[in-house]
């Protein structure tokens, strides 16, 4: 289960894996230019970055729209605040990152390639500054971009304005950054993790990554499995396998856990009972109206309060949004405001009601998905704390235990 | 048609032209400031904004027609088009002929405001607010009977409403309700230079 | 036979509210005045109005898109 492929190798607490070791272990990047596309499309490799959007269809669109000008922006923004997995490769395999950044960049004929690095990722910027400064193959010019710690800061459009404008917020599309980016080139905007995934089919082959993966699932991937920012076990699974197989790998005892928070804040809340057996595959998870996301499993003891989680949540993406458009900035702070009464067990008449509506209302009608991505987070906690929010807006008592001043449990 | 017909239509024309274009300005900073009931839809405002400000120019065409064939002034076409050009009261019709061509300006804008883009078109509507007092001081110092009681006190109902409309403008919040969430924002989310 | 549909641009829109004045069979306000559309394409006898409300607009928020559907 761990160290599958992209933590093979060297433990990644000891850091940065360097050039030399790295191609003594992997050998040397293969000259694919062009024909890496159609290997990635037989791969079957998906987007890490949330959409899970194939990544041989995306680079596709962008060569075949570029004359020599796209530019490739390998997205280490990681906004999402549990998410540990592309701090952890920039940190200890920024190689193997820049190894599919450079071969995006010749497969779609690109004339800049952009590292959009989170600035409060600890040492990642400086590690793959470092890696940079060791390579002699850059096939164009190469700028790293530091993103700031938000987090909108890592939406496709936001990462594109941030290096065309130096301010990381969300932009109108259409035009979509495929079609015109950064600089008004065509931009392929790709996860760190699922470039260094390249590095590896392209040296290892499509039919190699697909068998990692288990049942019809191709490939591996990262989790975090996590109950708090100070408490963040990045993983790496089979694709397919469960995320009961993957709590188990990261040492977490599965009786305590009462529910797990899959797909981080952009994503849903899952009973334990029913998230065990659930397969860790987007494509999967999709048809049951899940997400993977960026891969974060959220872990809820049986005695912590979904509701009380779910209103810091809230009040967190509230106050994250880009304050752009009405219906998020606006929607997303009565969400906030009504769910923290009822955390509190003192609501307003209605407040439960006017939750779901404001959310189901919110969808689709800000500029970026966020205010989506919170909807949908709250609509999954009223459906599996039901219970709890019942007894919170009408008995006004909560069942758990209060938290305990000073605990780090789901804090970020 | 003799002289003292065509001064007095000129003359009407440039009153009725600027009580018009008075209530366009006022309309707009209406508009801006969101004013509505359940009596004053929305987009009356806007609508009546652009409907009257067409209707003045028809006063606005009679008014310079009437003011180009009077023999008494002996106007050419010239200084319809060319500020400061005409010997008659040069400097003071002058000031007509530029508060034309920024009104003119404002309407072409304004009607093809789709295809000329929203910002370019902002820019330009901003100069309403110099296309207007120039109008009212064109009025005072061209027309003979320009400081005659009823004249000056149609000037000085129009000048005061402007200044309270504008007062009002002024002191009220911004209008887009996001205007200081939207700076703080941007603030939050810049990136360090490299 | 065109498809047309509204897109509005939603980091422009200001929450003025006059397209919903202007074309409330398909565009409604939440309680802050932000628009909420009915989603699908405009039918043919409300073009006229959806016209209206895409030249009013105040920040120009609102576009029209035309599809030529393919037969």
Redesign the interface.
Same mark, same amino acid.
């Given at each position: 289960m761990t160290g599958g492929a992209l933590l093979a190798g060297p433990e990644p607490a000891l850091g940065m894996e360097g050039a030399a070791a790295h191609v003594a272990r992997l050998g040397p990047l293969p000259g694919l230019e062009r024909r890496l596309i159609g290997v990635l499309d037989r791969s079957e490799l998906r987007g890490r970055g949330g959409a899970s959007f194939p990544v041989g269809a995306k680079w596709q669109s962008i060569a075949q729209r570029s004359r020599g000008t796209a530019v490739v922006l390998a997205n280490g923004a990681e906004g999402e605040a549990l998410s540990g997995k592309d701090r952890l490769l920039m940190e200890s395999r920024p190689h193997l990152v820049i190894d599919g950044a450079f071969l995006a960049a010749r497969a779609v004929k690109a004339g800049e390639v952009i590292f959009y690095i989170g %600035?409060d990722l600890g040492h990642a910027e400086e590690t793959m500054r470092r890696a940079l400064a060791e390579r002699g193959d850059a096939p164009a010019r190469v *700028?790293? =971009? !530091? +993103?700031?710690a *938000?987090y #909108? !800061?890592g939406e496709e459009s !936001?990462a594109v304005h &941030?290096a065309n404008e /130096? =301010? !990381?917020?969300p #932009?109108?599309t259409p035009p979509r950054p495929y079609e015109r980016g950064v600089g008004g080139h065509p931009t392929l905007v790709q996860n760190v993790e699922t470039l260094a995934h390249v590095g590896l089919i392209a040296r290892f082959g499509d039919a190699w990554f697909r068998d990692l993966g288990r049942d019809s699932a191709a490939g591996t991937a990262l989790v975090t499995v996590s109950s708090g920012k100070p408490d963040r076990t990045v993983l790496e699974v089979a694709l397919g396998s469960s995320v009961g197989d993957a709590i188990d790998a990261a040492g977490r005892s599965v009786g305590g856990i009462g529910a797990i928070l899959l797909g981080g804040f952009f994503g849903g809340w899952v009973a334990a009972a029913e998230a065990w057996r659930l397969p860790l595959d987007s494509v999967a998870l999709r048809a049951t109206g899940r997400s993977l996301g960026c891969g974060v499993l959220g872990l809820l003891d049986n005695d912590e309060c979904g509701v009380r989680v779910t209103a810091r949540i809230a009040g967190y993406l509230a106050e994250q949004? +880009? $304050? $752009? &458009? /009405?219906?998020c =900035?606006? /929607?997303l702070r009565a969400i906030a405001e009504a769910l923290h009464r009822i955390a509190a067990c003192r609501p307003q008449s209605h407040d439960a009601a006017r939750v779901l509506s404001w959310a189901i %209302?919110v969808r689709g *009608? /800000? +500029?970026c998905r966020h205010p989506d991505g919170a909807a949908g987070m709250v609509l999954s906690a009223f459906q599996v704390f039901e219970s709890e929010v019942t007894r919170h807006t009408q008995r006004l008592s909560c069942s758990m235990p209060p938290p305990v001043p000073g605990a780090t449990r789901w804090t970020w | 048609m003799n002289s003292q017909v065509l001064w007095y239509t000129t003359r009407a024309a440039g009153v009725v032209s600027l009580i018009l274009f008075t209530a366009v300005v006022i309309l707009g900073q209406l508009a801006r400031l969101r004013v509505a009931s359940a009596s004053w839809p929305r987009f009356l405002s806007a609508d009546l904004h652009r409907n009257l400000s067409l209707l003045s120019l028809v006063f606005l065409a009679i008014h310079i027609v009437t003011a180009v064939v009077d023999p008494f002034t002996s106007l050419g076409i010239a200084p319809v088009l060319v500020p400061f050009g005409s010997a008659y009261r040069r400097f003071w019709l002058g000031l007509g002929t530029l508060a034309l061509e920024i009104t003119l300006a404002l309407v072409i804008t304004s009607l093809l405001r789709t295809r000329v883009g929203l910002r370019a078109w902002r820019l330009i509507h901003w100069l309403a607010y110099a296309a207007w007092p120039i109008a009212v001081l064109h009025g005072l110092g061209t027309g003979t009977d320009a400081l005659s009681a009823w004249s000056l006190g149609v000037t000085i109902v129009c000048v005061v409403a402007v200044i309270a409309v504008t007062l009002w403008r002024l002191i009220a919040a911004p209008s887009d309700p996001l205007s200081g969430a939207r700076r703080l924002a941007v603030e939050r989310h810049r990136t360090i230079p490299q | 036979m065109d498809v047309v549909t509204l897109q509005f641009d939603r980091i422009r829109c200001d929450g003025h509210g006059l397209c919903a004045e202007l074309l409330p069979e398909m565009i409604r306000l939440d309680e802050w005045g932000y628009p909420i559309m009915e989603p699908g394409p405009v039918p043919e006898e409300l073009l006229p109005h959806a016209r209206q409300a895409v030249a009013k607009c105040p920040v120009l928020a609102i576009r029209m898109l035309v599809a030529k559907e393919r037969r």
């Amino acid at each position: 289960m761990t160290g599958g492929a992209l933590l093979a190798g060297p433990e990644p607490a000891l850091g940065m894996e360097g050039a030399a070791a790295h191609v003594a272990r992997l050998g040397p990047l293969p000259g694919l230019e062009r024909r890496l596309i159609g290997v990635l499309d037989r791969s079957e490799l998906r987007g890490r970055g949330g959409a899970s959007f194939p990544v041989g269809a995306k680079w596709q669109s962008i060569a075949q729209r570029s004359r020599g000008t796209a530019v490739v922006l390998a997205n280490g923004a990681e906004g999402e605040a549990l998410s540990g997995k592309d701090r952890l490769l920039m940190e200890s395999r920024p190689h193997l990152v820049i190894d599919g950044a450079f071969l995006a960049a010749r497969a779609v004929k690109a004339g800049e390639v952009i590292f959009y690095i989170g %600035e409060d990722l600890g040492h990642a910027e400086e590690t793959m500054r470092r890696a940079l400064a060791e390579r002699g193959d850059a096939p164009a010019r190469v *700028r790293i =971009v !530091a +993103a700031p710690a *938000r987090y #909108v !800061a890592g939406e496709e459009s !936001a990462a594109v304005h &941030c290096a065309n404008e /130096g =301010v !990381a917020l969300p #932009v109108t599309t259409p035009p979509r950054p495929y079609e015109r980016g950064v600089g008004g080139h065509p931009t392929l905007v790709q996860n760190v993790e699922t470039l260094a995934h390249v590095g590896l089919i392209a040296r290892f082959g499509d039919a190699w990554f697909r068998d990692l993966g288990r049942d019809s699932a191709a490939g591996t991937a990262l989790v975090t499995v996590s109950s708090g920012k100070p408490d963040r076990t990045v993983l790496e699974v089979a694709l397919g396998s469960s995320v009961g197989d993957a709590i188990d790998a990261a040492g977490r005892s599965v009786g305590g856990i009462g529910a797990i928070l899959l797909g981080g804040f952009f994503g849903g809340w899952v009973a334990a009972a029913e998230a065990w057996r659930l397969p860790l595959d987007s494509v999967a998870l999709r048809a049951t109206g899940r997400s993977l996301g960026c891969g974060v499993l959220g872990l809820l003891d049986n005695d912590e309060c979904g509701v009380r989680v779910t209103a810091r949540i809230a009040g967190y993406l509230a106050e994250q949004s +880009a $304050q $752009q &458009c /009405g219906p998020c =900035v606006f /929607g997303l702070r009565a969400i906030a405001e009504a769910l923290h009464r009822i955390a509190a067990c003192r609501p307003q008449s209605h407040d439960a009601a006017r939750v779901l509506s404001w959310a189901i %209302e919110v969808r689709g *009608r /800000g +500029a970026c998905r966020h205010p989506d991505g919170a909807a949908g987070m709250v609509l999954s906690a009223f459906q599996v704390f039901e219970s709890e929010v019942t007894r919170h807006t009408q008995r006004l008592s909560c069942s758990m235990p209060p938290p305990v001043p000073g605990a780090t449990r789901w804090t970020w | 048609m003799n002289s003292q017909v065509l001064w007095y239509t000129t003359r009407a024309a440039g009153v009725v032209s600027l009580i018009l274009f008075t209530a366009v300005v006022i309309l707009g900073q209406l508009a801006r400031l969101r004013v509505a009931s359940a009596s004053w839809p929305r987009f009356l405002s806007a609508d009546l904004h652009r409907n009257l400000s067409l209707l003045s120019l028809v006063f606005l065409a009679i008014h310079i027609v009437t003011a180009v064939v009077d023999p008494f002034t002996s106007l050419g076409i010239a200084p319809v088009l060319v500020p400061f050009g005409s010997a008659y009261r040069r400097f003071w019709l002058g000031l007509g002929t530029l508060a034309l061509e920024i009104t003119l300006a404002l309407v072409i804008t304004s009607l093809l405001r789709t295809r000329v883009g929203l910002r370019a078109w902002r820019l330009i509507h901003w100069l309403a607010y110099a296309a207007w007092p120039i109008a009212v001081l064109h009025g005072l110092g061209t027309g003979t009977d320009a400081l005659s009681a009823w004249s000056l006190g149609v000037t000085i109902v129009c000048v005061v409403a402007v200044i309270a409309v504008t007062l009002w403008r002024l002191i009220a919040a911004p209008s887009d309700p996001l205007s200081g969430a939207r700076r703080l924002a941007v603030e939050r989310h810049r990136t360090i230079p490299q | 036979m065109d498809v047309v549909t509204l897109q509005f641009d939603r980091i422009r829109c200001d929450g003025h509210g006059l397209c919903a004045e202007l074309l409330p069979e398909m565009i409604r306000l939440d309680e802050w005045g932000y628009p909420i559309m009915e989603p699908g394409p405009v039918p043919e006898e409300l073009l006229p109005h959806a016209r209206q409300a895409v030249a009013k607009c105040p920040v120009l928020a609102i576009r029209m898109l035309v599809a030529k559907e393919r037969r």
